[in-house]
């Protein structure tokens, strides 16, 4: 059996969902860890892969989360490593401030459901350009961020450019929920 992937959860109402089913069905077990829960962050050498779900917090709400700056070390230290990563909107926002993007409040929120545009780049990613023009998400953030240096830019929102990343071939960040 291989290795654990590394799951890092927020909050008890933003689980694994469809992730897990996928994770069950490749036979990749998971390791999910509940920080909001006073679960430790994983430590690099424990995980083959890496995923960081959304959460109510601020991705620099240190001072009330310390594990974020944990999470941010972790993320960085993945990509690094070239391990597999998903961010998913706080995960994204995390994965693009331990790359050396800002990660900023918005100009209003965006919440509900709509739908992400791939961009050129996007369109042609074996991630996203399979599902084609127009992606249903939904979107649950007020927070943004800047793409990290050497970041491709994968998707937009009428409402906020950067929607999603690609860092090299394996890590990805969505600030949306598919």
């Not at 944990?70 to 391990?83: I, M, N, P, Q």
């Not at 706080?90 to 919440?111: I, T």
């Not at 491709?152 to 090299?168: E, K």
């Given at each position: 059996?291989?290795?654990?992937?590394?799951?890092?959860?927020?909050?008890?109402?933003?689980?694994?969902?469809?992730?897990?089913?996928?994770?069950?069905?490749?036979?990749?077990?998971?390791?999910?860890?509940?920080?909001?829960?006073?679960?430790?962050?994983?430590a690099l050498r424990?995980?083959?892969?890496?995923?960081?779900?959304?959460?109510?917090?601020?991705?620099?709400?240190?001072?009330?989360?310390?594990?974020?700056?944990?999470?941010?070390?972790?993320?960085?230290?993945?990509?690094?490593?070239?391990?597999?990563?998903?961010?998913?909107?706080?995960?994204?926002?995390?994965?693009?401030?331990?790359?050396?993007?800002?990660?900023?409040?918005?100009?209003?929120?965006?919440?509900?459901?709509?739908?992400?545009?791939?961009?050129?780049?996007?369109?042609?990613?074996?991630?996203?350009?399979?599902?084609?023009p127009a992606i249903?998400?939904?979107?649950?953030?007020?927070?943004?961020?800047?793409?990290?240096?050497?970041?491709?830019?994968?998707?937009?929102?009428?409402?906020?450019?950067?929607?999603?990343?690609?860092?090299?071939?394996?890590?990805?960040?969505?600030?949306?929920?598919?």
């Amino acid at each position: 059996m291989p290795q654990s992937w590394g799951l890092i959860q927020h909050a008890p109402h933003e689980g694994p969902g469809t992730i897990a089913t996928e994770a069950v069905a490749r036979e990749i077990p998971l390791d999910v860890r509940r920080v909001y829960a006073g679960d430790a962050v994983h430590a690099l050498r424990e995980i083959q892969g890496l995923i960081v779900l959304g959460g109510p917090m601020g991705a620099n709400d240190d001072e009330h989360h310390p594990h974020l700056a944990e999470e941010r070390e972790l993320l960085g230290g993945a990509v690094r490593a070239g391990y597999p990563v998903l961010g998913i909107c706080l995960g994204s926002q995390l994965l693009a401030a331990a790359l050396g993007g800002r990660v900023y409040k918005g100009p209003v929120d965006e919440n509900g459901f709509g739908e992400v545009t791939p961009t050129r780049e996007g369109g042609r990613d074996p991630v996203l350009g399979p599902a084609g023009p127009a992606i249903p998400v939904c979107h649950w953030h007020g927070d943004t961020f800047d793409l990290p240096p050497g970041a491709v830019h994968l998707a937009t929102s009428a409402r906020y450019p950067n929607q999603a990343f690609r860092v090299g071939d394996r890590a990805y960040g969505f600030q949306f929920h598919v």
